[in-house]
């Protein structure tokens, strides 16, 4: 995966690692973002996750308005390269503790950490966003 971000991503926006980000999640005090789409949100995503989603975002989202700039937020996807753009938007807006999970869920997925449903529940479904994506997850169910 480290290949795959290298390649498309420039780094303007600082990585956190699934290990740092499930330390800050136990201790709540962090804003986790999903930039992914509905429908992949809707599979499984990080619990206290806020979906902005990445075709239709927008900085006008009432979520994002209660934000204060200095809010320590962290956005994912599924490996890091959609959040990239989602941070880097948030960064222009003015927010200044932004970082991108590095990997997205399939990393947080692949260290065995868990995901929950669109109910609340914890499952093991990882949405993939495509077949060809799916090689990056390693533990879970793919779906696409």
Not at 19 to 47: G, K, T, W, Y
Not at 68 to 83: D, F, L, M
């Amino acid at each position: 995966m480290g290949e795959l971000l290298q390649t498309y991503n420039t780094r303007s926006i600082p990585y956190i690692s699934v290990e740092e980000l499930r330390m800050l999640q136990m201790n709540d005090s962090v804003v986790i973002l999903d930039s992914r789409e509905p429908n992949e949100f809707n599979v499984s995503h990080i619990a206290s996750a806020k979906n902005v989603g990445f075709n239709d975002f927008s900085l006008e989202e009432k979520q994002l308005q209660k934000l204060k700039k200095n809010a320590p937020i962290i956005v994912y996807c599924s490996v890091g390269i959609r959040s990239e753009q989602i941070g880097e938007k948030l960064k222009k807006a003015g927010f200044t503790n932004v970082k991108n999970l590095y990997g997205g869920i399939f990393e947080w997925k692949n260290k065995d950490y868990p995901v929950i449903d669109s109910t609340g529940i914890e499952t093991e479904n990882v949405h993939t966003f495509s077949k060809m994506w799916s090689k990056y997850l390693h533990a879970g169910n793919p779906i696409y």
